[in-house]
C-alpha cells in the first residue's frame, strides 16, 4: 500500500469517526434488510473468478452484523440466496451454496447473533436444510441481534407460501369458505409471512449501485426507507454503513399518511 492509499484509508476512518458521533442511536433503523450485491462485478474487477467474489462477500457478513450490534439494531435481514439464484449455472451455484452453508455455521457458532431461515426450505438441498435447522436450534436462546438468513427466498414465493399456509390452517380447523373469505385481512396474511410477530424493515439498503428491490420482501418493505450504495458488497465499509444510518435518521417517515 502506497502513501496515498495509507491517507485515503486514514481519512475515511477519521470521517467515519466524525459521522459516528453524531449519530442519534435514537434514530437508528430496528430492522435492516440487506440486498448484498456485486459479488460478481466485485470479482471481475479485481481479475478474480466468481466463486472468489462470492467468499469475499461472505467474509463481509460478520463485520456488518458488529456494526449493527454497536449501533442498536435488533433484526438484521440478509438476502443471502434469491429463489431466482437457482437458475445459474452449476459451477457457480454448487460452490455458492457451499459458501452460503459455511456463512449459516459461522454465525451460528459465533454466539451473539440468533439466526432465523426466511425462504422456502423444500428448495434447498437436504444438507443445507439439515445446517439450516440446526442453527435456529442452537441459537434459540441467543439474546442477540435477530439474524434472518433469506435463502432461497423470493417475496412472490412468500406472498404465496403465505396463502397457502393460511389455507391448510383454515381447513385444519374445518372452517368454511365463506367464513374464511370473510376473515382474510392483512393482519391474517402477515401471520402466515416467513416473518411472523417481527418488525416490518425501517430500512433497506441494497449495494452495487442497482436501484431495484428485485422481488425482496415484497410484503413488508409497503413502508421502508430504502438507500442505494454504488458500493460493491465485498467492499462495503463501515462508513458506507455510517452514511446509511444518517440518510435514514435524517428522513421523516410518514407510513402513507
Known amino acids: 500500500m502506497n502513501l496515498r492509499d495509507k491517507l485515503r484509508g486514514l481519512l475515511v476512518r477519521l470521517y467515519a469517526r466524525r459521522v459516528e458521533g453524531h449519530l442519534d442511536h435514537a434514530q437508528v433503523p430496528k430492522h435492516i434488510g440487506v440486498i448484498m450485491d456485486g459479488n460478481r462485478r466485485w470479482a471481475k474487477a479485481a481479475g478474480s473468478s466468481t466463486v472468489d467474489g462470492h467468499r469475499a462477500g461472505a467474509g463481509k457478513i460478520e463485520e456488518f452484523l458488529g456494526w449493527c450490534a454497536e449501533t442498536?439494531?435488533?433484526?438484521?435481514?440478509?438476502?443471502?440466496?434469491?429463489?431466482?439464484?437457482?437458475?445459474?449455472?452449476?459451477?457457480?451455484?454448487?460452490?455458492?451454496?457451499?459458501?452460503i452453508e459455511d456463512v449459516v455455521r459461522t454465525l451460528a457458532a459465533d454466539g451473539r447473533w440468533r439466526v432465523h431461515h426466511v425462504g422456502t426450505p423444500d428448495l434447498l438441498p437436504s444438507g443445507m436444510q439439515t445446517v439450516l435447522k440446526e442453527a435456529e436450534e442452537t441459537t434459540a436462546h441467543v439474546d442477540g441481534i435477530l439474524v434472518n438468513v433469506a435463502i432461497g427466498y423470493g417475496g412472490r414465493q412468500e406472498i404465496a407460501d403465505a396463502v397457502r399456509s393460511m389455507l391448510l390452517e383454515a381447513q385444519g380447523k374445518g372452517t368454511p369458505m365463506e367464513e374464511l373469505v370473510e376473515a382474510v385481512d392483512t393482519d391474517m396474511i402477515g401471520r402466515h409471512l416467513y416473518t411472523s410477530d417481527q418488525p416490518d424493515p425501517d430500512l433497506v439498503i441494497r449495494t452495487s449501485g442497482e436501484q431495484r428491490l428485485s422481488g425482496f420482501m415484497l410484503w413488508q418493505t409497503a413502508h421502508s426507507e430504502y438507500y442505494f450504495c454504488d458500493v460493491f458488497?465485498?467492499?462495503?465499509?463501515?462508513?458506507?454503513?455510517?452514511?446509511?444510518?444518517?440518510?435514514?435518521?435524517?428522513?421523516?417517515?410518514?407510513?402513507?399518511?
Open 233 to 257: 458488497w465485498p467492499a462495503f465499509r463501515k462508513v458506507d454503513f455510517l452514511r446509511a444510518m444518517r440518510d435514514y435518521a435524517a428522513r421523516h417517515r410518514r407510513f402513507g399518511g
Open 72 to 99: 442498536d439494531v435488533e433484526v438484521v435481514t440478509l438476502w443471502l440466496l434469491s429463489t431466482d439464484n437457482f437458475d445459474r449455472p452449476q459451477e457457480e451455484l454448487v460452490p455458492l451454496l457451499g459458501i
